[in-house]
């Protein structure tokens, strides 16, 4: 299996403060990897310096083993790898059609033409395929700030994969999500992706969801990785459970949950 | 939903009507009247050109910029270049404006919000400032526009404002409809996103920077053309077609007007040239207070202009 | 060598001048995230106000002359401290935290009301009021150089107002609580500050200096319908140069396009205007958020 996605001696420091520690990463092709840590972790810092958004101090950022280190995220997206975001990032006064319109426009690659419409029936089609994948539907017509939260992850993430990247970075995906919702949301979104056969990468906090879906778990501490392995040495890993899970964590029912 | 859909499709055949309606009345009304409404309309397009960068998500302080540079395009062309075609000449001065916008351009698509507000001024203030102390260009007098030919004919008399009047119809309709699918094409959709977010509309693979340029270039030749019919009908230029107090008027009349619908700058100049004629007959020295006293109302209460009566009339009928 | 003394001297009284202008505008801008397009209407405001009294005083022969140079603050004080409160009680405070580009209109409408206002308070002819400015005489540089005591007064003033600003903001606590105010608004309501007075009191001490500028100019041009409109886009190019907020950068931005002025004025005359703004637009090509300014990445 080859590697995806690597950072080698990845450092980002703001002032004194330093959100990321000489991380070195190797994500392979495949994978699906969950990344725990307490808020402040260097979770989110990570996932905005390999996507471009934030340059890093020093190191180096492979994808597909050519070094994407100061790249712009449009280009990085362009090359394949496409993520989502903590909070919703989407079009608020438009509608979710249109929305997904955009994503697709975008995906096309070429520059937006100001002759022809951006809504046509083939663009049309696809966002309705989309939507039924994610079940929103209903909402097609809605403007975004009104859709409820659920919905707009859901979007959000849908707009990701319009591109048919190789690699999905999600940065909470259920966060802001009532618990109920939060395995199905999972559930639509993991079965998209496995059907196109992308590589995942999820921060995530509740570790019922982590265990459920993924084969690998990085833990982040106060910048630096703790640790990086399968789901039970993670979890039960003396240190992961000082500085992320606690001391009562379940981990046999956790991973009991697990398929 | 339904009513929404009937009317968008109905604009393209409204505008048409309207714009036939417009030409037909040239023989009927008074000339005072066409007269205004050939500046009415020149300014409508510089405020389409306003309006294009508000929809960006951007307001240009500046857009007198290009409505000088095209009126005084046409001018010079006509005075020193010999050009006396109306086509040749607003070809020339929308030219002009492009050229100098794509040198812009490239510098100020890298701000937003006040300082791209701001900076538009400067570059306005800076034309001025050039064409004030050019004594070759007519420094704060400008000079005269001599009437233009159309393709070889050369109207006389009452002819040449009914036919610049034609000539100002004829455009803004063609404009209109230009502007109308626009509006709803990749590029307009997308530079409504990148006003929305322009950081997802990056991390979707697209360059917000080069659609912004792109915006700020198709505005510039609007306004163009705005400046050159302008200078052709009242036959004159001069350096206050770059002050900013002329750009203020256009960011009131987009305000005015709102920027949901290409009809919207139209209505707002109209309204807003008609307002100017009574005030400064009424109360002279009080034009600039009326301006700014209702400016505040329209941002304040009214924030989406005149058209969202329109829409709110609208979309009462279309739920009772 | 005497043009280079000339080049400077000037340099820095027309910096001068500038930073007197911009400071106000830059301290609302860095506490209330306003850009007040209405400045140059309070300049306007100050320098009529003072050309008035100062003519009434010297038409209707009061007394000592130098009771005039006293009249200007005083002119200031009052007009800027008049309209500051009327403006920000009156309007502004109702607009708390709204789109800084709104704002921008709001204020350029205030602009358009505050110069027909102007022009029905004081009429539309030039006021005079060139006595205190004859009073303090000249000092000679060598054989060739003259220069207006009242001039390098300026000088003097806006030094003292730039470190009375300093000091203020950073060695008192009510500086302090600005400070948080400017850096954070939310957690400084959350902590307790009062806020809104907060906003209140820099719209006012900002109106003042922008009234004091006019004030302090107003011997020395003659004051007509305009004048505050010529300084507004100057002072913008000053205080985005410097980074918007920053007192020491209105000083940096003030003393650099200062300088490059009166450069041009001295050797090349014609480019007089193209300089101001291609140093603006120079520094914003290098650093885009000003010399002293601090740049906002969006988080996501």
């Not at chain 1, 890093?56 to 989502?84: C, E, H, N, W, Y």
């Not at chain 1, 982040?220 to 899970?245: C, M």
Request: glycine share 10%; aromatic share 10%; with cysteine.
């Amino acid at each position: 299996m080859s590697s995806i996605l690597e950072t080698r001696g990845l450092t980002r420091t703001f002032g004194a403060v330093v959100a990321a520690k000489e991380l070195n990463v190797n994500i392979l092709k495949g994978e699906v990897v969950g990344v725990i840590g307490s808020n402040g972790a260097g979770k989110t810092t990570f996932i905005n310096m390999v996507t471009g958004y934030l340059p890093p101090s020093s190191g180096d950022i492979l994808f597909d083993g050519k070094s994407v280190l100061g790249r712009k995220s449009r280009d990085i997206t362009r090359m394949g790898m496409a993520r989502s975001f903590q909070v919703a990032q989407l079009f608020p006064k438009l509608t979710v059609m249109e929305n997904a319109l955009v994503a697709l426009v975008a995906a096309e690659g070429t520059q937006p033409s100001f002759l022809r419409r951006l809504d046509t029936p083939k663009r049309r089609d696809r966002a309705d395929a989309i939507f039924a994948e994610f079940g929103v539907s209903r909402y097609r017509d809605a403007l975004v700030s009104t859709v409820p939260q659920g919905v707009r992850k859901l979007v959000d993430i849908a707009m990701a994969l319009v591109s048919r990247p190789r690699m999905l970075l999600l940065d909470e995906p259920t966060s802001g999500v009532s618990s109920e919702e939060k395995f199905a949301l999972m559930d639509t979104v993991m079965a998209v992706v496995r059907q196109h056969g992308v590589t995942v990468l999820f921060v995530e906090h509740d570790m019922e969801i982590v265990a459920r879906y993924v084969s690998r778990i990085m833990a982040f501490y106060s910048g630096e990785i703790i640790a990086d392995g399968p789901p039970r040495s993670v979890l039960g890993n003396a240190k992961v459970q000082e500085f992320v899970v606690g001391h009562h964590l379940n981990v046999n029912a956790v991973l009991g949950a697990t398929l | 939903m339904l009513f929404a859909k009937l009317s968008a499709s109905a604009t393209t055949p409204a505008l048409l009507l309207m714009a036939a309606i417009f030409a037909a009345s040239a023989w009927v009304m008074p000339a005072w009247l066409a007269f205004l409404l050939t500046l009415a309309f020149s300014k409508a397009l510089v405020v389409l050109g306003v309006v294009i960068q508000m929809r960006a998500g951007l307001v240009s302080f500046g857009q007198a910029l290009f409505y000088c540079v095209g009126g005084y395009g046409v001018g010079l062309a006509s005075q020193y270049l010999g050009v006396s075609d109306a086509f040749a000449l607003l070809a020339l001065g929308t030219l002009a404006a492009i050229v100098l916008a794509l040198i812009c351009g490239w510098l100020l698509t890298r701000y937003r919000d006040i300082f791209y507000a701001m900076l538009t001024l400067a570059l306005s203030m800076i034309l001025y400032g050039i064409l004030v102390k050019s004594s070759a260009l007519g420094s704060t007098d400008g000079f005269n526009v001599s009437p233009p030919s159309f393709l070889g004919w050369v109207p006389e008399g009452d002819a040449i404002k009914r036919t610049l009047y034609l000539l100002t119809v004829g455009v803004s309709a063609i404009v209109a409809l230009g502007f109308h699918s626009f509006m709803v094409s990749g590029l307009g959709r997308v530079t409504e996103a990148v006003r929305e977010n322009e950081i997802r509309v990056e991390y979707l693979g697209l360059s917000p920077q080069r659609m912004l340029f792109a915006n700020y270039v198709l505005a510039a030749g609007l306004s163009a053309l705005g400046g050159g019919l302008t200078a052709m009908a009242s036959g004159h230029i001069d350096p206050d077609m770059a002050f900013w107090t002329t750009s203020g008027e256009f960011v009131f009349i987009a305000i005015l007007g709102g920027t949901g619908h290409v009809a919207a700058p139209f209505i707002g100049a109209i309204v807003f040239s008609v307002i100017r004629t009574f005030a400064i007959q009424e109360a002279p020295n009080t034009w600039q207070m009326t301006l700014g006293v209702i400016l505040l109302a329209l941002v304040l209460f009214l924030p989406k202009g005149l058209w969202s009566l329109v829409e709110r009339s609208k979309k009462r009928e279309a739920s009772a | 060598m005497t043009t280079l003394i000339a080049i400077l001297i000037d340099g820095a009284i027309y910096a001068s001048w500038l930073f007197l202008v911009a400071a106000g505008m830059t301290i609302i801008y860095g506490v209330m995230r306003v850009l007040n397009m209405a400045h140059g209407s309070f300049y306007a405001i100050g320098a009529y106000s003072a050309a008035s009294l100062v003519s009434w005083y010297f038409s209707s022969d009061q007394g000592n002359p130098y009771w005039s140079l006293l009249i200007l603050p005083a002119c200031a004080i009052v007009a800027g401290a008049i309209i500051g409160l009327f403006i920000e009680q009156g309007l502004l405070r109702f607009l708390h935290g709204r789109d800084e580009i709104l704002m921008v209109i709001v204020t350029y409408a205030l602009m358009l009301i505050l110069e027909d206002a102007t022009k029905l308070i004081w009429g539309v002819n030039p006021y005079f009021a060139y006595q205190p400015y004859k009073l303090l005489g000249q000092t000679g540089f060598g054989e060739h150089l003259r220069f207006a005591n009242y001039d390098l007064m300026l000088i003097g003033i806006a030094i003292v107002i730039g470190l009375v600003a300093w000091a203020a903001l950073n060695r008192t606590n009510k500086g302090r609580l600005l400070r948080a105010v400017i850096h954070d608004r939310e957690i400084a309501i959350a902590m307790g500050v009062n806020v809104n007075a907060m906003f209140a009191a820099t719209f006012v001490i900002g109106a003042i200096l922008g009234a004091l500028a006019g004030a302090l100019t107003a011997p020395a041009i003659s004051v007509s319908p305009g004048i505050g409109v010529e300084v507004i886009v100057l002072a913008f190019a000053v205080i985005v140069i410097g980074g918007l907020g920053s007192i020491g950068g209105a000083a940096a931005g003030a003393l650099l396009v200062g300088l490059a002025r009166s450069f041009a004025v001295h050797i090349a005359p014609e480019i007089e205007l193209f300089v101001i703004y291609g140093v603006m637009f120079l520094v914003l090509a290098i650093r885009p958020q000003g010399l002293f300014g601090q740049t906002l990445a969006r988080r996501i």
